[in-house]
């Protein structure tokens, strides 16, 4: 079990692009349902605990209607005190103000969740981790298009941005720090 000190205040869920088409697509080794169950325990974890969840969608630049299934699934859409930013690239942070409004609200640790692990999630946490946040990546909550992609993402690429958990130490860590 990977020891986890988080502070619920300082802290944000970043929910990578649970949008109905990425959902939609064949995952290892869990499928979208499942990365999707594992976001709404987080999602409701942070909000039992007082701490923020950011919900992430992507749209692309130059699209002037998205394409279809290009909405949240229905379990993702922001609830009251959420944030929802959108993004026009791989990673959360860019050009979107999600730094500053995180500075702003004292977070220092963000946990980042979602699909696709080698792609906004990886990308999203290299932002972070670049620019000074403790980064949390449970690897029961992310999936990849091939388990080699996955593989890669959890083993090599995540352990050199943050710490790479469950989903359950994540809430463990969660209901420990609100004591």
């Known amino acids: 079990m990977t020891a986890l000190d988080l502070a619920p205040a300082g802290t944000a869920l970043l929910v990578m692009d649970l949008q ?3 959902v939609g697509q064949e995952t290892r080794p869990f499928t979208g349902a499942d990365v999707v169950r594992q976001a709404m325990r987080l999602a409701d974890g942070f909000r039992d605990a007082g701490g923020r969840v950011v919900i992430v969608q992507v749209e692309r630049p130059g699209v ?21 930013v959108t993004k026009r690239d791989t990673s959360a942070f860019h050009e979107t103000g999600l730094d500053g409004t995180l500075r702003e609200q004292g977070v220092g640790t963000v946990v980042v969740s979602g699909l696709l692990a080698e792609v906004g999630v990886e990308a999203t946490a290299r932002d972070a981790a670049e620019r000074g946040y403790v980064v949390v ?5 992310t999936a990849s298009l ?6 890669v993402a959890v083993r090599t690429t995540f352990p050199r941005l943050g710490t790479v958990c469950t989903t359950d130490e994540v809430l463990a860590a969660l209901r420990a720090g609100n004591n």
């Open 64 to 84: 002037a209607t998205q394409p279809p299934g290009s909405e949240l699934v229905g379990e993702m859409r922001p609830r009251p005190g959420d944030l929802l």
């Open 137 to 141: 990546l449970p690897k029961d909550a």
């Open 146 to 151: 091939s388990d080699e992609a996955y593989r």
């Open 20 to 22: 109905v088409r990425v």
